[in-house]
């Protein structure tokens, strides 16, 4: 065969076996081989762990929110308010005019807390966290306001949100609150008394009398004037 026929049926399409495809853009030889190699090990590592580190999102998210069924919250929580102690008739709100709902919390020292046993006496109850800009901003406002009036009865009820015990023993020493503080660990109570109403958030503070009734709230950093305003309406 002379050089002519042999060129002839070299371009008749036929692949020899030594050729190798190469990629038009990186010039790189593409060899299906190679992808299966990367392919295969990329699926049977990072897939899994991305389904893991899903799985252990999902189940962390559900124990800090006490929606999982085998946190133990020991009795703690929001808890039923005594019909006795419910004198308008409807069920338990933080809207006015409503009975507050009742919880029992732990406070700080190890001893527990039940909202419903300070009935007789004006409360203000505060719902803050240490890490929280707004909180700290009030808080000694708060602090001085309890100093005046505890004479007259007046109690504030510090709740803290989902913090462990040193965190907030060390907000309490830096500004001097002498009031109950209870660690609202799972979130359930603050979901009850609808903290932060739409916007959902902290500070939120409840005003309420010694029957237990709210009378009035206010979402977001009070000012002097505005904690004074509102301690009134529930001295009176």
Same mark, same amino acid.
């Given at each position: 065969?002379?050089?002519?026929?042999?060129?002839?049926?070299?371009?008749?399409?036929? =692949?020899?076996?030594?050729?190798?495809?190469?990629?038009?853009?990186?010039?790189?030889?593409?060899?299906?081989?190679?992808?299966?190699?990367?392919?295969?090990?990329?699926?049977?590592?990072?897939?899994?762990?991305?389904?893991?580190?899903?799985?252990?999102?999902?189940?962390?998210?559900?124990?800090?929110?006490?929606?999982?069924?085998?946190?133990?919250?020991?009795?703690?929580?929001?808890?039923?308010?005594?019909?006795?102690?419910?004198?308008?008739? =409807?069920?338990?709100?933080?809207?006015?005019?409503?009975?507050?709902?009742?919880?029992?919390?732990?406070?700080?020292?190890?001893?527990?807390?039940?909202?419903?046993?300070?009935?007789? =006496?004006?409360?203000?109850?505060?719902?803050?966290?240490?890490?929280?800009?707004?909180?700290?901003?009030?808080?000694?406002?708060?602090?001085?306001?309890?100093?005046?009036?505890?004479?007259?009865?007046?109690?504030?009820?510090?709740?803290?949100?989902?913090?462990?015990?040193?965190?907030v023993r060390s907000f309490a020493r830096e500004f001097g609150m002498k009031f109950p503080i209870v660690i609202d660990q799972t979130g359930g109570v603050a979901d009850a008394w609808r903290i932060g109403g739409p916007v959902q958030?902290?500070?939120?503070?409840?005003?309420?009398?010694?029957?237990?009734? %709210?009378?009035?709230?206010?979402?977001?950093?009070?000012?002097?004037?505005?904690?004074?305003?509102? %301690? =009134?309406?529930?001295?009176?």
């Amino acid at each position: 065969m002379d050089d002519d026929a042999r060129n002839r049926a070299g371009q008749g399409g036929v =692949k020899q076996p030594d050729e190798v495809p190469i990629d038009e853009v990186s010039g790189v030889e593409e060899r299906p081989q190679n992808r299966r190699e990367w392919r295969g090990p990329l699926r049977s590592l990072v897939l899994p762990l991305l389904i893991v580190a899903t799985i252990v999102g999902v189940l962390v998210y559900i124990e800090r929110r006490g929606g999982g069924g085998g946190v133990d919250t020991g009795g703690l929580g929001t808890v039923a308010l005594p019909a006795a102690l419910n004198t308008t008739g =409807k069920s338990p709100s933080t809207e006015i005019g409503r009975a507050a709902p009742d919880f029992l919390l732990r406070q700080v020292d190890g001893t527990t807390l039940r909202f419903s046993d300070l009935r007789g =006496k004006p409360v203000l109850v505060n719902f803050w966290a240490s890490w929280c800009a707004p909180c700290r901003q009030e808080m000694p406002e708060i602090v001085k306001t309890y100093n005046a009036h505890a004479a007259q009865g007046l109690v504030v009820v510090g709740v803290d949100l989902q913090e462990n015990t040193d965190a907030v023993r060390s907000f309490a020493r830096e500004f001097g609150m002498k009031f109950p503080i209870v660690i609202d660990q799972t979130g359930g109570v603050a979901d009850a008394w609808r903290i932060g109403g739409p916007v959902q958030g902290i500070p939120s503070s409840y005003f309420i009398d010694k029957d237990g009734i %709210v009378r009035a709230r206010y979402f977001g950093p009070m000012t002097a004037q505005i904690i004074a305003d509102n %301690v =009134k309406k529930i001295l009176q």
